[in-house]
């Protein structure tokens, strides 16, 4: 039925396959991770910004 080498081959794209799948998912996992933090760094300084502005305007 099927020789030897041709199973191996099958089995080496198969994993090889499988790793480029798992690495463009893990690249993928790692952009939304980037964005939520930089999402949360931008909402963390417009929240600061808006607490001077209120504190700034109470202290005239």
Same mark, same amino acid.
Request: glycine fraction near 10%.
């Given at each position: 039925?099927?020789?030897? !080498?041709?199973?191996?081959?099958?089995?080496?794209?198969?994993?090889?396959? &499988?790793?480029?799948?798992?690495? @463009?998912? +893990? +690249?993928?996992?790692? @952009?939304?991770?980037?964005?939520?933090?930089?999402?949360?760094? !931008?909402?963390? !300084?417009?929240?600061?910004? &808006?607490? &001077?502005?209120?504190?700034?305007?109470?202290?005239?």
């Amino acid at each position: 039925m099927f020789g030897g !080498k041709r199973i191996a081959d099958l089995g080496y794209k198969v994993f090889s396959g &499988s790793m480029m799948l798992l690495t @463009v998912y +893990g +690249g993928y996992l790692c @952009v939304l991770r980037a964005q939520r933090f930089m999402q949360k760094q !931008k909402q963390l !300084k417009l929240a600061e910004q &808006s607490d &001077s502005a209120a504190t700034d305007t109470m202290k005239d």
